[in-house]
């Protein structure tokens, strides 16, 4: 790790990033799984599902992005790979080919809810780090995980 010097907090920058590190695996993780509900989605909902699983998975893929490239203005190294993943995220694949349509929606539901507490677990740590640009970031992704849970729960209903 490197230090840098932007004026973030340097004790609370490591920290910040570790969990910006979870939020990533989560949020990889969820896009794997809207992915794969994408392609495999079935019955009388699918023409909808299929559309909103892409537009889920396509903003989900843009937000990995800018939580990586956080967490290296941070100065930290990103993590990467499946392992790092799988044992960061709280958030699991669905190894399961056979998952119903309103499976899906309630396994994805849980899982947005999920990275809304994830993202909101690092909001503490931003007390005094005078680190804006990852609290407007966690704003973004706690906006979009629920908005996207309300949505998902709507169809629920």
């Not at 920290?15 to 939020?23: A, D, F, G, T, V």
């Given at each position: ?13 490591v ?9 990533l ?7 794997l ?20 699983f892409?537009?889920h998975?396509?903003a ?15 100065g ?5 790979s499946?392992?790092?993943f ?21 396994n ?38 629920e ?11």
């Open positions: 790790m490197s230090t840098i010097n932007t004026g973030i907090q340097e004790d609370k920058r920290q910040i990033s570790e969990n910006l590190s979870k939020l695996a989560e949020t990889y993780t969820l896009y799984k809207t992915h794969k509900y994408h392609w495999n989605v079935t019955g009388p909902m699918f023409q909808t599902l299929h559309l909103m892409e537009e998975y396509t989900l893929a843009l937000a990995v992005d800018e939580i990586a490239e956080r967490i290296r203005v941070l930290v190294k990103a993590p990467g499946y392992e790092e799988s044992k960061l995220s709280v958030v699991k694949d669905d190894p399961s080919i056979g998952t119903s349509a309103n499976e899906m929606i309630s994805l539901l849980g899982d947005h809810e999920q990275v809304v507490r994830t993202a909101k677990d690092i909001l503490p740590l931003l007390d005094g780090a005078n680190d804006e640009g990852t609290n407007s970031l966690l704003g973004a992704r706690i906006e979009y995980h908005k996207t849970a309300w949505m998902l729960k709507s169809l629920m209903a």
